[in-house]
T-cell receptor
Framework: AQSVTQPDIHITVSEGASLELRCNYS??????LFWYVQSPGQGLQLLLK??????LVQGIKGFEAEFKRSQSSFNLRKPSVHWSDAAEYFC????????????FGTGTQLKVEL | DTGVSQNPRHKITKRGQNVTFRCDPI?????LYWYRQTLGQGPEFLTY????????KSRLLSDRFSAERPKGSFSTLEIQRTEQGDSAMYLC?????????????FGPGTRLTVL
């Protein structure tokens, strides 16, 4: 079955430390891939997306993600985390050539220690 | 540039009542999506419109759920005879393949609590 997996439910990092959030997908073909962030009680804000081309994509708020076809992964990174980055992060995918619906992972809750 | 708006932001209802939510997409977007998010989970797809046509419905969308987009602009999601299991955040998103490579932009959501 097509799925998106985020193996880490919770991650805690110190402010100023680097961050990597993991995302793996299970699809027959390369999907469109997205990272969204959700603050408590809020909707989802798009951080970045990958459709094709350069496998390292830059997003807003200093985030970047790297698509690795061999590992079916699309991990989100940030070199130095700020306290305001504390939120829930969702990886999502749309199957290329299929329907338009997003399939989401279960999310990773990020806590930032001061 | 106004984003996706949803009303109401919060709704508390008693079991068995009907509720209706509204979504106003970004004005130039012709595609509109509804998702449901329960606590501790990622959003799950419910249904999708292109203009006024409802093109896909999830099996999650039981007979008690109906969605419309009568003029291809705003959309409504109605839940009849609500159950406690309907308590969730209902998210709306819009996109346009012509404007932003079909990237979906989300509204703030409607939080439904069924007592």
């Amino acid at each position: 079955a097509q799925s998106v997996t985020q193996p880490d439910i919770h991650i805690t990092v110190s402010e100023g430390a680097s961050l990597e959030l993991r995302c793996n997908y299970s699809y027959g073909a390369t999907p469109y891939l997205f990272w969204y962030v959700q603050s408590p009680g809020q909707g989802l804000q798009l951080l970045l997306k990958y459709f094709s081309g350069d496998t390292l994509v830059q997003g807003i708020k200093g985030f970047e993600a790297e698509f690795k076809r061999s590992q079916s992964s699309f991990n989100l990174r940030k070199p130095s985390v700020h306290w305001s980055d504390a939120a829930e992060y969702f990886c999502a995918a749309i199957l290329t050539g299929g329907g338009n619906k997003l399939t989401f992972g279960t999310g990773t809750q990020l806590k930032v220690e001061l | 540039d106004t984003g996706v708006s949803q009303n109401p932001r919060h709704k508390i209802t008693k079991r068995g009542q009907n509720v209706t939510f509204r979504c106003d997409p970004i004005s130039e977007h012709n595609r509109l999506y509804w998702y449901r998010q329960t606590l501790g989970q990622g959003p799950e797809f419910l249904t999708y419109f292109q203009n006024e046509a409802q093109l896909e419905k999830s099996r999650l969308l039981s007979d008690r759920f109906s969605a419309e987009r009568p003029k291809g602009s705003f959309s409504t999601l109605e839940i009849q005879r609500t159950e406690q299991g309907d308590s969730a955040m209902y998210l709306c998103a819009s996109s346009s393949p012509q404007v932003s490579t079909d990237t979906q932009y989300f509204g703030p959501g409607t939080r439904l609590t069924v007592l």
